[in-house]
C-alpha cells in the first residue's frame, strides 16, 4: 500500500508529484554533501492544489508530503518515494510527523493572527525529517491581510521549506500568491473509481457504495458519508422532495424553512459536541476557582472564544446549505437529461419517479432557470445575505420556473 492508494482517479498528478519527490530526495543528498544541485529539478518550494469540491485536494498534498518525507531503506536502491509502511510515511499520513503541518480552519476565514504564527513556525528547521512542509489545507480562505503576510514566506521560503496550498480554483488564491507556486489541477474522479475506494478501503457493501457515488457525482468525502450514515440519507431524501413541494408560495415558504432548520440542526450538534469541552477546557487553563468564577483579566479570552464558536457555527450551517443545493442542483441536472433525452447516467435514481414527473410538467428552458436559481441562492449566501431570505427567493423562483 502506497501513500498515493486514497488519491483516487488522478494518475497524472500522481505520476508529477512522485517525480517530485525523486527529486526532491536528490537534491537533499546533493545539497548534505555540498554538492551542485542537480540540474533540471522537478522539485519547487510551493504548490497549489486545485479542483472541484471531493476531488482529493487535501488527500493528493498530504500524500505529496509523505513521499517527501519517506524513509523506506528501498529509496538507496533507486525505489520510488511514498512506501506508505515507513515511520516518515505513516507519521505524515495520520498527521502525527513532526515536519508536516496540516492547518484548516472550521471557521469562515484565515486571519492575520494565525497567518503569522504559521509563517513563524515555516522558518524552522526539518526536526527529524527531510522537509518542513506547510499543509493549508483552506487557502481560500485567507483574508486579503492573511494572504499578504503569507506571501513574503512564499517569496522567499526558508531553504528546507515545502508550502502545499489548496484550493477550489486559481481565481481563489490572490494573483501574488499563485504566481510563485506550481500549480496541479485535480479533476472529478469517475464514480467507478469512487465506488472501488469506498468497497476497498471503508469496506460498504459493492450496491451501497456504487448509489452513494452516484448519488454524489464523485465527491469522494459525501460519497463516504452517505454511504456510512443513515442520518445524512435522511437529510439527502428530505431534499429531494423540495421540487414536489413548491407548488404554491404557501409549500416554498415552509420547504425553505424546513431547509434552514435542518441546516441549524446541523451547526447545532456540531457545538454540542465541541463548544462545550472546549469552554471546560479553556476555563481549567485560566484557572476558573470553585464556582465557576473566573480570575480578573480573563474576560477578553473567553469572549474571544465565543466569538470563535460563532463563526464556526455559522459556517457549519452554510456548509450543511451548500450540501443541500448542491443536492437540488443534482435533481434538476437529472430533469434536464429526462427531457433532453440524454443517455448521460443519472444520479438520483433512487427518486426516479420524482424525476419523470418534474420532466413531464415542465420544460428544458425552466429547468435551467431552475438551476440558476439555485446557483444564485449559492451566490448569495457567500455575499452574507440573510439565510432564510436567501432560500425562501429561491423556492420561489422554483415554482416560477
Not at 97 to 105: E, K, L, S
Not at 164 to 170: E, T
Not at 208 to 234: N, V, Y
Not at 378 to 396: F, G, K, Q, S
Request: neutral net charge; proline residues 4%; hydrophobic residues 40%.
Amino acid at each position: 500500500m502506497s501513500v498515493w492508494d486514497d488519491l483516487v482517479g488522478q494518475d497524472r498528478v500522481q505520476e508529477q508529484l512522485g517525480a517530485a519527490a525523486q527529486d526532491a530526495g536528490a537534491l537533499v543528498t546533493a545539497v548534505s554533501a555540498g554538492e551542485r544541485v542537480p540540474p533540471g529539478s522537478r522539485m519547487t518550494h510551493a504548490w497549489l492544489f486545485t479542483g472541484p469540491p471531493g476531488s482529493g485536494r487535501s488527500t493528493a498534498a498530504r500524500a505529496f508530503a509523505a513521499a517527501l518525507q519517506c524513509t523506506s531503506p528501498d529509496r538507496a536502491l533507486g525505489g520510488a518515494p511514498g512506501c506508505g509502511f515507513c515511520d516518515g510515511c505513516h507519521t505524515s499520513l495520520v498527521g502525527t510527523h513532526a515536519d508536516v503541518d496540516v492547518v484548516r480552519t472550521d471557521l469562515l476565514s484565515i486571519g492575520v493572527k494565525e497567518t503569522r504564527e504559521l509563517v513563524r513556525r515555516a522558518q524552522l528547521s526539518p526536526a527529524v525529517g527531510r522537509w518542513q512542509v506547510i499543509i493549508l489545507e483552506d487557502a481560500d480562505r485567507l483574508t486579503e491581510g492573511a494572504g499578504n503576510v503569507l506571501l513574503k514566506a512564499v517569496e522567499e521560503p526558508a531553504p528546507r521549506t515545502v508550502w502545499l496550498l489548496c484550493a477550489p480554483s486559481l481565481e481563489d488564491v490572490l494573483p501574488t500568491i499563485r504566481s510563485r507556486c506550481r500549480h496541479l489541477t485535480l479533476r472529478t474522479p469517475s464514480v467507478d473509481a469512487v465506488a472501488d475506494v469506498l468497497i476497498r478501503r471503508d469496506g460498504i457493501d459493492p450496491e451501497r457504495a456504487a448509489s452513494a457515488a452516484r448519488a454524489t457525482q464523485g465527491h469522494i468525502g459525501r460519497a463516504r458519508r452517505l454511504a456510512t450514515d443513515e442520518k445524512a440519507r435522511a437529510r439527502r431524501a428530505a431534499v429531494l422532495k423540495l421540487p414536489l413541494r413548491v407548488e404554491d408560495i404557501g409549500g416554498c415558504l415552509k420547504a425553505a424553512q424546513e431547509l434552514i432548520d435542518t441546516a441549524a440542526d446541523d451547526a447545532r450538534q456540531v457545538s454540542e459536541e465541541v463548544d462545550v469541552k472546549e469552554t471546560e477546557d479553556m476555563k481549567a487553563a485560566l484557572g476558573a476557582v470553585a464556582g465557576g468564577r473566573m480570575p480578573r483579566g480573563t474576560a477578553g479570552v473567553m469572549k474571544e472564544l465565543e466569538d470563535k464558536q460563532k463563526r464556526r457555527k455559522t459556517r457549519t450551517q452554510r456548509d450543511s446549505l451548500d450540501l443541500a443545493l448542491t443536492d437540488l442542483t443534482g435533481f434538476y441536472r437529472d430533469v434536464l437529461a429526462l427531457q433532453l433525452g440524454s443517455q448521460i447516467a443519472l444520479s438520483n435514481v433512487d427518486v426516479r419517479d420524482a424525476l419523470d414527473r418534474i420532466a413531464r410538467s415542465s420544460t428544458p428552458e425552466r429547468t435551467l432557470r431552475r438551476i440558476e436559481a439555485v446557483i444564485a441562492c449559492r451566490r448569495a449566501l457567500d455575499r452574507n445575505v440573510a439565510p432564510l431570505l436567501a432560500v425562501e427567493a429561491m423556492t420561489v423562483a422554483l415554482r416560477a420556473g
